[in-house]
């Protein structure tokens, strides 16, 4: 497996990025990518397992999400094999698992069913995801993403402030001499919980505030207000995924989009308000990873290489 040979214009693009920011793709195992990032359509089993060596040369993509652990405990071994096959250099988001990230345990139509007592567990997030996600990706470990499912009749904001709050004072500390690019993350997917009071909990604990581009959410502008917040202070990293297209909710979107090989849904607003943020956090000196999903307009490279051109845009106007 080999990359697809990138055209001289996206590397000239790439070139004009500065080295602190990263793009990167919401996983990388897509058969649809044939002539994008890889050279031939392989299977995404074999994506999946090998894909990243191939992914890692495309100009642009010098991060990448690993969704997988959202669904379960991910093996060192697995951790070990992804770092080995990407240069120096390159970052990984990881999403911690569902088991402590979901306040409910849920049946197969997805709706919850019983309060998962693990919810915020951080004796079971340390064991099964930070420990050996740091152990496994060294200094390519960037943010550690606890992706907090919707909540629904269980989101009281005091109790669950308190709970967060006791959560991650638990967590075990990341050592900078094994993974000094490693930071703890947190994603909201219940708009009513994103106020002033749980930013400040963020920052007390020096976490990171995960802006996500999808439906439910506040549109970026009013998340990056909230960054504002907790950096008003002094600058921090951005920690920015941009997973659904404005208005376009998940089915339709996997539905819609496939095989993930082209732009489909065009979203001018949403890039331009990610490159807006994106171009002030650079400025500022700080580094962003930026996630992009092929769910976000079609093809997450295509997204990259537009979002690429919009922040170029504004860091050199």
């Known amino acids: 497996m080999q990359p697809f040979p990138a055209a001289p214009a996206l590397q000239a693009l790439a070139a004009r990025l500065p080295p602190q920011l990263y793009f990167g793709t919401s996983s990388w195992a897509y058969p649809g990518w044939n002539g994008l990032v890889y050279d031939g359509e392989y299977s995404d ?20 999400g690993i969704d997988r652990g959202f669904y379960g405990p991910i093996p060192l071994a697995d951790y070990l094999s992804y770092a080995a096959q990407v240069p120096e250099g390159f970052r990984f988001l990881v999403k911690a698992p569902a088991s402590v990230c979901d306040a409910w345990l849920r049946g197969p139509d997805g709706a919850g069913r019983l309060a998962n007592a693990a919810f915020l567990d951080a004796e079971i997030a340390a064991r099964d995801f930070v420990v050996p996600a740091t152990s496994g990706l060294g200094h390519k470990c960037g943010p550690l993403l606890f992706q907090l499912s919707p909540m629904g009749p269980l989101a009281d904001s005091a109790v669950f402030l308190e709970r967060l709050d006791a959560f991650l004072g638990a967590l075990p500390a990341l050592d900078p001499a094994l993974t000094p690019h490693a930071a703890y993350a ?23 505030f995960c802006l996500s581009a999808r439906d439910r959410l506040p549109p970026v502008p009013r998340q990056a207000a909230a960054q504002a917040l907790m950096d008003e202070a002094a600058a921090g990293p951005l920690v920015l995924r941009w997973m659904l297209h404005a208005g376009r909710p998940y089915a339709y979107a996997e539905k819609r989009y ?52 919009a922040i170029v845009a504004r860091l050199e106007g």
């Not at 990243?52 to 990448?64: G, I, K, Q, T």
């Not at 947190?186 to 990171?208: F, K, M, Q, S």
């Not at 956090?281 to 997204?303: D, H, K």
Request: aromatic share 4%.
């Open 45 to 64: 089993s074999l994506l999946s397992r090998k894909g990243l060596a191939a992914y890692s040369r495309h100009p642009l993509l010098r991060a990448a």
């Open 186 to 208: 947190v994603e909201l997917r219940d708009p009513a919980l994103l106020t002033p009071r749980y930013i400040r909990l963020l920052r007390h604990h020096g976490v990171r």
């Open 258 to 309: 496939a095989p993930f090989d082209r732009i489909v849904d065009d979203d001018p607003d949403t890039r331009h308000a990610i490159a807006d943020v994106v171009a002030r956090t650079l400025r500022a000196g700080q580094p962003a990873i930026v996630i992009v999903s092929n769910n976000a307009e079609g093809c997450a490279p295509q997204s990259c290489a537009r979002l690429a051109e």
